[in-house]
């Protein structure tokens, strides 16, 4: 008998809430800036047998919501083989291969037992600031194996039965710069597992194990008609877009991210076949994630499918191992956000053409995870590490959000003060970045600029791991791209910008002496020069855009004070349309 | 005070009533009033409903008011400047980085003070304070005077790092002040000493963006009262529930964003506290939103700040509300993958509930209240209207509810209630047992007209020990205004590891922010009991962002607090342990900043006066009985005049209970009776 809507609704509220939950207790008990800000964590429920997802919480970070399920497989695959599974347990690993994303990830999977029985498992996944490898951080943009990214260990027990084990927590430690950080952010995640297994319990006592199953198997089946009905909605026919990554930190060639996204009545394949094979340096991703990707990519075209495993099942994935989005050990992988944002691009870019009323203008698309790091007067060493913001792409809604994170992401910066307080740095601009933004009916969102001095006699190394420096985020439905991605550094001379453009590891600067990150704004939406001409001069007036971009994007004639040229801009604008 | 001068009155204005309680202390009466309230002249419909008094004979008036709020809300606020460090003109418009919503990238943001009107003046501050760039008061003039010449009403200037070390804010508010043309001036440090650039921003550009507004709001009200013969005094609730002078109000309206509602809360909390029950959740079931907020031990739980919409962020102690969108006006839907969905769209009050017959086509809660008849269709409540359409929103569900998901249409109501009490008693459950609260010592407060239709659900939804309705629901906020104590709140980022730490310097800096506070608070003139401050520490592990808050249980005494770095470290781990299940011995600890709070207590009210007087009895209040649809079935209910029961009276489910400004529903299985002061305490039926 299947389950009256009232409970269902009911249910779906509580179970939810529970990893919403655990997220909170892991963002307020978190050490690093990156899970306690930054919200660079995530927390669910998945199911005993398959670890498919069954339940996620709405505020962890976009991209786990799809790989999570990749992790908790891992852990069900390997007690399968070694068996020696006890209540009590809690497994540990940064395997990207296994459960997808990067080695700062670290899963922690402890299954749920009711009356001796494998209800569900609970997973906790945090990025940690720091464990190993050549950089600091472990954004090496110029790895070549695994092994020069930092420590991968693979599923092991942190829990054993209830007893810790307090040598692989030592092994944690011994293995990174920040191991005091690592700790804290380990015991925030088991205060995570605590709790929301505690609320599984209590839900269990409340409803019955035989309602709750049914509540699961229920919501999993509607998220599936949902996305059913929303891809029967779209016309049948092949969709291909081509995108480019600007290199893969070790050889200055563009790396191809081709989709061929096929419509099918309800069901859609996503088929990145002719996608660049694996590449020498960090920027490959392993299936897991690739999939993660394309799951983020769809969440943000159809806002109301809930997230769990039934809305996939329409899903086809083509992700050949002969191409960097399904490589295995020990591909390096750390620059995996780079590549997973331009896989959501490329559904976008689809899209716009399936179905423009859904499109947007490319994301900016980079994630800037730049590190500085040197060492203080007592000869402790210091580690910040930070992702940039950049502007939202142009939509049928809106002009395109200023300085947004990636769709990959909901995390929020941390605070210039906050930075400055805990490491000798000084912020000498944070600030939005003029003439950034596609042009469009509706603009993108403008980047930013961050300039940043260093204050120790020691000065800092500066580590960075972006793309957009070559191909630009684009604009949809006629709009245009934006402004491409820029690094510069001070040197004894000048200016210097690296070769690769923002993959940078071996620059040191001395104290007094700054750096500069210009991220990029989001493509724009529709065509530039049906935008109205007071929009363009508000955007002069406040600094958007420069009056030299409101007459060669837009055609029109404005001057700095925002005053209109009416007939030069009515001839700019003839001129254009002929 | 001249002794003759006893009437206190409590004035909520809200944004279609404006509540009035009238209060004589000497003689322990009461009375209460509700008028229309005059949008964009609040003062005239204030007023009205003073119109029968002598305002002579008034000692206080405390006002809740949502003119900020509203403000707020429909960015109505004033044209500010900005006047910020260097690289820095953008960090309003930047926020944290964030989005609207975590799925979708759709949408924009439109920060309250314009691009062009936010200017860089040359001047830095270091993290530790050492000033490397002094401001220059010249560049300030003239950076001010360009900001008044393009049309600012007022004025913000904004330093980074100024929580530690305002020195440079402070030069530059005194040079600006000498050119600009008003008193609407502020820098960060003023409206908030502490870390965090855009939080400290927003929070003061919000103040200044009010000021001009709420300014005058309050300088019109208080000349209207006093142009009628009011001399008493004149306060301000603020969003933490305290009262403050007008004064004060008027330089901090930021402070104001949440007055009204605070003012239910406070109001809740001392209810519940002379009801003998100290643990309490105040419900408020309005039209689009159903807003909770927990009282602990008689004392309601304040949140560091607030958002009050995206990108605006407020940081100031609050009244902790959480809202969640179902209110009586929540839309009930099936939506495509066949779940039934009350709210969070709404049909707000126009064109409002299809029952109303004012064009609504869409089913609400309300729709389903009154078919099942829970809602006198007959009698509805607020006096507006003289009976509600019951066919229109039967076939309202028919159409959107029951044929999409099978059910008949009485089902269907039911369904639409049941899932409503569903999110409110998620709601109950956020506040309650998901932060360590046992539900089963904690009683409901339903107010508002709604609230009460729904608290015997929801207790037995939550496992709730009882519901307290209180005598006059719909007041509930007026007469917070005549019972909440004064205070005022400091903070001041410090960033001192607990290893080394300099204990006198901490003993001093809380020393003189209790005097600076209390300052404040005798400033306004208010006859007090005492005054108390409390202290609290945001403290961390080192490393860690965030902080929890911990009280220090010490007070100040012949100019000491006798602090130490054992009591120190003691509330500290007690703070975490109950926060978190696990300490982390051997990590160094930090004080974050000092969080000061003076608390001028107000003389007691003696809640007694609301109780029934003797000509109440079961008699009087006996209405006719009703078919009321409980559980399934149509069931005989009786139906009760509210404010008639006298003291002592016990009505079991299923039963009505009807008043002017709000209906009570007693389920089958629960039990009310009315106690000492006149409220209604719901419990289980005992077998």
């Known amino acids: ?578 | 005070m001249s002794s003759s001068k006893r009437m206190m009155i409590g004035a909520d204005v809200g944004g279609t009533f404006t509540d009035l309680f009238f209060f004589n202390e000497a003689e322990g009466r009461f009375r209460v009033g509700k008028v229309p309230s005059t949008r964009g002249d609040e003062a005239t419909g204030f007023l009205s409903g003073l119109t029968d008094r002598d305002l002579g004979d008034v000692a206080t008036i405390v006002h809740g008011t949502t003119v900020g709020t509203n403000a707020l809300l429909e960015r109505k606020g004033a044209r500010i400047g900005v006047i910020t460090t260097p690289g820095f003109r953008d960090t309003l418009e930047m926020r944290r980085r964030d989005r609207r919503k975590t799925w979708g990238l759709w949408g924009d943001f439109t920060p309250i003070a314009d691009r062009d009107m936010r200017v860089e003046v040359a001047e830095r501050t270091l993290a530790d304070g050492t000033v490397r760039v002094a401001v220059d008061p010249d560049e300030v003039r003239q950076a001010a005077q360009t900001l008044a010449a393009k049309g600012a009403e007022a004025l913000a200037i904004i330093f980074i790092n100024s929580y530690a070390n305002p020195a440079n804010e402070n030069a530059a508010v005194a040079a600006a002040g000498e050119v600009w043309p008003n008193e609407h001036l502020e820098c960060s440090s003023m409206i908030l000493h502490e870390i965090r650039e855009f939080e400290r921003a927003s929070t003061t550009a919000l103040n200044a963006y009010l000021q001009p507004l709420v300014g005058s709001y309050l300088g019109k009200l208080e000349d209207r009262l006093r142009a009628e013969g009011f001399d008493g005094e004149f306060h301000i609730v603020q969003s933490n529930g305290g009262v403050m002078s007008v004064e004060t109000a008027r330089s901090l309206p930021v402070r104001t964003a949440l007055s009204g509602p605070a003012a239910g809360v406070i109001a809740g909390g001392a209810i519940a506290r002379a009801a003998g029950f100290p643990n309490v959740i105040t419900c408020d079931l309005g039209g689009t939103s159903f807003d909770v907020s927990l009282i602990l031990d008689g004392t309601s739980v304040l949140a560091p700040q607030t958002t009050v919409d995206f990108g605006l962020v407020i940081r100031t102690p609050m009244v902790e509300i959480t809202t969640i969108g179902a209110g009586g006006g929540s839309i009930a839907a099936v939506d495509r993958g066949g779940l039934l969905q009350v709210g969070p769209e709404s049909a707000g009050s126009v064109p409002g509930p299809v029952c109303y017959a004012q064009g609504g086509g869409r089913p609400t809660l309300t729709d389903a209240n009154v078919v099942l008849g829970r809602i006198n269709a007959e009698n509805p409540i607020g006096g507006k209207l003289d009976r509600l359409d019951v066919a229109a929103a039967k076939a309202a569900i028919v159409t959107h509810v029951a044929d999409p998901l099978g059910l008949d249409v009485m089902q269907a109501a039911e369904a639409i209630v049941t899932v409503a009490n569903a999110k409110m008693a998620g709601a109950i459950r956020l506040v309650s047992i998901e932060r360590g609260h046992d539900p089963t010592e904690f009683a409901a407060m339903p107010f508002g007209g709604g609230g009460a239709l729904h608290a015997g659900a929801l207790i037995m939804d939550v496992g709730l020990a009882k519901a307290l309705v209180p005598r006059f629901p719909g007041v509930t906020s007026a007469m917070g205004c005549v019972i909440a104590d004064m205070r005022h709140d400091h903070v001041q980022t410090v960033n001192w590891p607990l290893d080394g730490l300099d204990v006198a310097s901490l003993d001093r800096l809380m020393v003189d922010t209790a005097a600076d506070a209390r300052v404040v608070i005798d400033r306004a003139g208010v006859v007090l009991d005492r005054v108390d401050v409390v202290f609290e520490l945001d403290m961390h592990y080192i490393g860690q962002t965030h902080a929890v808050p911990v009280e220090v249980p010490v007070t100040v005494a012949e100019g000491t607090t006798g602090i130490t770095l054992e009591i120190l470290r003691s509330a500290f781990e007690s703070a975490y342990k109950s926060h978190f299940s696990r300490l982390l011995p051997g990590l160094p600890v930090r004080i974050v900043s000092l969080r000061t709070a003076a608390i001028g207590r107000r003389p007691h009210f003696d809640l007694a006066a609301l109780k029934p007087g003797d000509s109440a009895s079961l008699e009087s209040a006996a209405l006719e009985s009703r078919q009321v649809w409980f559980d399934g079935g149509w069931l005989e209910t009786t139906v009760w005049k509210r404010l008639s029961l006298p003291v002592g009276a016990s009505i079991k489910g299923p039963a009505i209970l009807e008043q002017p400004d709000a209906t009570i529903v007693i389920d089958p299985g629960l039990v009310g009776e009315v106690d000492d002061h006149g409220n209604l305490v719901i419990g289980r039926l005992q077998a």
Request: aromatic content about 8%; proline content about 6%; overall charge negative.
């Open chain 1, 1 to 578: 008998m299947s389950l009256d809507p009232v409970t269902l609704a009911v249910l779906k509220g509580r179970l939810e809430q529970i990893a919403d939950e655990m997220d909170a207790t892991l963002f307020r008990s978190a050490f690093n800036p990156i899970i306690a800000e930054a919200h660079d964590a995530c927390h669910g429920l998945y199911d005993a047998e398959t670890g498919a997802t069954l339940i996620q919480g709405g505020t962890g970070l976009p991209i786990f919501v799809g790989a999570m399920a990749f992790a908790v497989k891992a852990v069900i695959d390997k007690v399968a083989v070694d068996g020696g599974l006890n209540e009590g347990d809690t497994f540990l690993f940064n395997d990207p291969y296994l459960g997808g994303t990067h080695l700062n990830d670290f899963r922690l999977v402890r299954p749920v037992y009711r009356d001796g029985v494998l209800f569900c498992w609970l997973a906790s996944v945090g990025h940690w600031v720091d464990i190993g490898g050549n950089v600091p951080g472990n954004y090496n943009a110029k790895a070549t194996e695994s092994f020069q990214e930092g420590v991968l260990i693979p599923p092991v027990k942190l829990i054993d039965a209830g007893q810790f084990r307090q040598d692989i927590a030592d092994i944690l430690t011994a293995n990174s710069r920040t191991p005091d950080s690592n700790h804290g952010d380990l015991n925030g995640q088991i205060n995570a597992l605590d709790l929301g297994e505690r609320r599984v319990h209590a839900l269990l006592d409340e409803y019955g194990i035989g309602t709750v199953n049914q509540a699961l198997d229920a919501l999993g089946e509607r998220a599936e008609a949902l996305m059913r009905e929303n891809i029967a909605a779209l016309p049948d026919g092949t969709y291909s877009y081509d995108d480019y990554l600007d290199n893969d930190g070790v050889t200055d060639a563009p790396l191809l991210i081709a989709l061929d996204l096929t419509i099918d009545g309800d069901t859609m394949r996503l088929d990145f076949s002719r996608t660049a094979p694996p590449c020498a340096g960090p920027l490959n991703i392993a299936l897991s994630t690739a999939t993660a990707a394309c799951y983020v990519a769809l969440k943000h075209v159809f806002t109301d499918v809930p997230a769990n495993a039934g809305c996939l099942r329409p899903i086809e994935f083509v992700i050949p191992e002969t191409t960097l989005l399904g490589v295995s050990a020990p591909k390096p992988v750390a620059g995996y956000t780079e590549t997973i944002l331009r896989v959501i691009d490329a559904v976008f870019g689809a899209f716009a053409e399936a179905a423009p009323d859904r499109a947007n203008g490319s994301p900016y698309a980079t994630i800037n995870a730049l590190s500085m790091a040197g060492h203080r007067k007592d000869g402790k060493r210091w580690v910040m590490f930070c992702f940039f913001g950049g502007g939202l792409g142009g939509n049928p809604l809106s002009d395109g959000l200023n300085h947004g994170n990636n769709p990959i992401s909901t995390a929020t910066i941390p605070p210039a003060e906050i930075l400055e307080s805990a490491y000798p740095v000084m912020f000498t601009k944070w600030a939005l970045r003029p003439d950034s933004a596609g042009a469009g009916e509706h603009r993108g969102g403008l980047g930013a600029v961050y300039e940043i001095e260093a204050l120790d006699d020691g000065g800092a190394d500066v580590f960075l791991l972006g793309e957009r420096g070559k191909f630009p985020p684009f604009g949809v439905n006629g709009g245009g791209p934006a402004a491409m991605n820029r690094f510069y550094y001070q040197t004894e001379t000048g200016e210097a910008s690296p070769p690769l453009v923002s993959k940078v590891t071996d620059v040191h600067i001395e104290k007094g002496m700054r750096i500069r990150l210009e991220s990029p704004g989001g493509g724009g939406y529709g065509d530039p020069r049906n935008r109205d001409p007071d929009l363009v001069a508000r955007d002069v007036c406040r600094g958007y855009i420069s009056p030299d971009s409101a007459l060669a994007d837009y055609g029109v004639a404005v001057d700095g004070a925002g005053q209109i040229d009416a007939e030069a801009t009515a001839s700019a604008r003839q001129e254009a349309a002929e």
